[in-house]
């Protein structure tokens, strides 16, 4: 008899063995936006997230930041609900300049580094529900056109206020559940 004659037994128990595992902890799991899926502050935590409401953020990306979370917490639904968690945030950006063109000494390309500081306090306890700190980096390429750089730059803040929205959505997502 083979070795491997004597090992496929051995084989097919640890195979059992891994999928009765598996498919026991498989009913263990939830998933976090459905309506089962309980909040520490009360209701679903779909429920919750629909009752954040977002302070005004400085800066550009802050204006985006704030419009792609308004959107995406409460999905522009019913305007007259109550508001019991408040979100507070700031913003800050900085520049790095990745290459640069020696011959003429003008970058090429450039990155947009976005950080996000926030925290959620629930308005009736007056307790912090959730805080974080969330950074982006948005790489654009600068042109000698100066109107394609400013939109590209643009266009990178833009793509950091939805980046850090979605990084943020999901952190406070996963620290309301109950």
Known sequence: MSSSESSAPTRRLMLL??????????????????????????????????????????????????????FNLDGGGEPDRTKRLKLAASVTEALEVVTVDYANGR??????????????????????????????????????QRFATVRAARDAQIRAGKSLAELIRGQLAADLTG
């Open 17 to 70: 063995g891994a999928l009765g595992a598996a498919a026991m902890a498989g009913g263990c799991l939830r998933p976090l936006y459905a309506d089962s899926t309980t909040s520490t502050v009360g209701g679903s935590v779909k429920d919750a997230l629909k009752g954040v409401e977002v302070a005004d953020i400085k800066g550009l990306v802050g204006h985006y930041l704030r419009n792609e979370l308004v």
């Open 107 to 144: 970058a090429d390309s450039a990155t947009l580094i976005a950080t996000a500081n926030w925290t959620v306090t629930d308005s009736v306890t007056g307790k912090v529900v959730s805080s974080g700190t969330n950074q982006i980096r948005a790489p654009y390429e600068r042109s000698e």
